[in-house]
């Protein structure tokens, strides 16, 4: 037993009823009316006074993972700054990837602005809205916060009640329709709420290393599992948010779940593990996604470092000429149309035309006409460089 085994509770259970009535038609399935079995749906512990400890192999790189995080938030703070934009929508598409839902970065940004018709490259921009509303909400951690990102992450689903927890089981298995025999079955409906405010409880604590606690409240969220979808996704929007909140990044999005990515196997076996009640392995991979996260990040960031520079050597303008304005806009903003250039520079949008037309003619732009969404100007240089990034994220890693 490791000692995070020997500090934690582990997952109980209790036994409910699920009523189901039969698949089969005609007289006799009438006769039979509707059939009973039993399930376990889990009851998870209040954890909002209890103290993880993990191994002091896991705490040291838990501390290492958090100095890694720390640092290049404030090393490069002020260069990656103008691509903030970019690595938040960088780890909503890996958030979104875990749950098996992909686009290239150009279907993501044309979504975006109204165009294309990708169902996931939608899900996706709802996803970064969420992550995005998540960080701005990184003061609140309250169940009202929690209920925020989840409306914003599924305001279009009409299938599923967006902003409200779940008033019905959940599960995990191979069967759609029933909770019997599942491999995790969620803490009935009635519970959600005080289990909500208790994590969220510990979440606020100031006395629990920082990533440590960062990995328990997304474990035991991921546990409660309070909606009917979107728990993962949410789940790791609050992750964001507990970052920020703990301030191991004040200046931009670290796509962690781009780390986590490249092992989602092991993240769901840690999640088991952690509902035994070990706390190493998924401490463990939150901190190594955090190194990963770090070390692509800084890879994406000199890639488009390295186009801008590119960029202003093709072109040729006076030091206050507004194309360099436009040029930085479009670093951040690979996707755009008039409107948005105009609104990021703060001019006119007729006024835009010319920066659009120049930025054209040095190649560094082309322009598509979308059936909807009008005409799209895009940069393929960084939407290459986003697309490599989500590439080196879904790489496996080596046993």
Partial sequence: ?????????????????????SASFGPRAARQGPSRATYQAAVPPL???LSPVVSPEVAALADE????????????????????????????????????????????????LGGGNRRDASAIVSNTRAMRRAVELSDELDAAAVLAMHEVLLEHDAQHDAGQFRKEAVWIGSRSDSPVGADFVGPRWERIPDLIDDVLAFARRLDVPRLIQVTVTHAQFETIHPFTDGNGRTG??????????????????????AGLLGDTAGYYAALTAYRRGDLDPITRLVA??????????????????G??????????????????????????????????????????PKNAYPHLRRLEEAGVLVSKTEHVGGQLYRTNEILAALDAFAARSGRRRSA
């Fill in 236 to 257: 790791r929007a609050l992750l964001q948010s507990m970052l920020r909140a703990n301030e191991l990044t004040r200046n931009v999005t670290v796509p962690v779940s």
């Fill in 288 to 305: 190594e996604a955090s190194f990963e996260a770090v070390h692509n990040a800084r890879q994406l960031v000199d890639e488009i470092q």
């Fill in 65 to 112: 993972a958090s100095t890694a995080l720390a640092v290049f938030d404030a090393e490069l703070g002020s260069d990656v700054a103008p691509f903030a934009s970019l690595l938040l929508r960088s780890e909503a598409a890996a958030s979104s990837q875990i749950e098996q839902l992909t686009a290239s970065a150009r279907q993501i940004l044309t979504a975006e």
């Fill in 1 to 21: 037993m490791t000692t995070s085994q020997a500090s934690w509770p582990a997952i109980g259970h209790e036994t409910l009823e699920w009523t189901s009535r």
């Fill in 47 to 49: 954890i909002a006074d």
């Fill in 307 to 348: 186009i801008r520079e590119g960029w202003r050597e093709r072109l040729r303008a006076r030091r206050d000429s507004g194309i360099w304005t436009a040029l930085d806009v479009v670093a951040r903003q690979p996707v755009l149309n008039p409107k948005v250039l105009a609104a990021e520079m703060g001019i006119e």
